[in-house]
């Protein structure tokens, strides 16, 4: 068993490193004529005139997913904490299958909430509606099933007689939850938080659908933007040439963040089994 898991995770790790390296043969054109920095601060993206620039397109992608993590974090923890401590077991098992059934949903179906229902809100609060802060807010609702069932499975796997050993002290249910069970689960309550920001920067139909894909830094909530993987969804299907090659470099740009997200995982999870030995 354990040489067919190691068999599997070999060969996922050489389709993973096949996907770099064909992403990169395809850049590589268009890094021969521009430089990394140049493609990385240059301001502005206008494929007709030859300017390559993903800064926008990038704080873009960084802003609406640090938004979504900002609102998804507490209504998770909320929930780990509900299920864990206060639900009884019938009902959080409901509260749970919901959350399993929500990370289920396709996120096209979010966008097409968010479309007919989200942006004419904010439309009506502050035009155009179509801005980072809807994007935010769907893909909030996104990651916060798998934020929230991580930081579940990380409270659930606090020993018991750390909350004995802190009710023997005096301590009450909120005290024990702040003081002891929430720090010792705090390596696996972020991994949850870097697996929900991975989905979050990766997303693409949903924040398209909302976010009103103007390729500009967006100096309010109420701004509309374009995030990296909708610009290469937009324009993939008529770009030709160095535009086409600009487009790799988006996609190997993105390959890269995520690759520093589950690296981030991978060390919270080394964090978290070291502590308890197991």
């Not at 909430?113 to 802060?133: R, Y």
């Not at 994007?135 to 020993?159: C, E, F, K, R």
């Not at 790799?248 to 981030?264: A, D, E, H, K, N």
């Amino acid at each position: 068993m354990g040489a067919i898991a190691q068999s599997l995770a070999m060969v996922s790790g050489l389709i993973l490193l096949g996907m770099i390296l064909f992403l990169l043969k395809e850049s590589l054109p268009l890094l021969n004529q521009i430089s990394p920095w140049q493609f990385l601060f240059h301001p502005h993206w206008q494929p007709l005139n030859g300017e390559y620039g993903v800064l926008a397109l990038l704080i873009g992608s960084l802003l609406v997913t640090l938004g979504s993590v900002l609102l998804a974090v507490p209504l998770a923890l909320a929930s780990a904490l509900f299920c864990n401590d206060y639900a009884p077991s019938w009902l959080a098992n409901i509260h749970r299958r919901a959350l399993q059934l929500l990370a289920g949903v396709p996120s096209v179906v979010f966008g097409f909430w968010g479309l007919v229902t989200l942006v004419p809100l904010i439309n009506q609060w502050q035009p155009p509606g179509a801005s980072l802060l809807a994007g935010s807010l769907i893909l909030a609702l996104m990651i916060l099933p798998t934020i929230a069932l991580v930081a579940d499975s990380a409270i659930a796997q606090v020993p018991l007689n750390y909350r004995h050993t802190a009710s023997s002290l005096g301590l009450g249910r909120w005290a024990t939850l702040r003081g002891a069970v929430l720090p010792s689960a705090q390596s696996g309550i972020l991994a949850g938080i870097v697996l929900g920001a991975g989905r979050a920067i990766g997303e693409t139909m949903a924040v398209l659908m909302v976010s009103g894909n103007v390729v500009q830094i967006p100096e309010s909530l109420f701004d509309s933007m374009r995030t990296l993987t909708a610009n290469i969804a937009l324009e993939m299907a008529y770009a030709t040439d160095s535009h086409r090659g600009a487009l790799f470099v988006s996609g190997l740009l993105l390959s890269l963040i995520i690759t520093g997200f589950m690296t981030l995982v991978a060390i919270a999870r080394h964090q978290e089994v070291s502590p308890h030995g197991r």
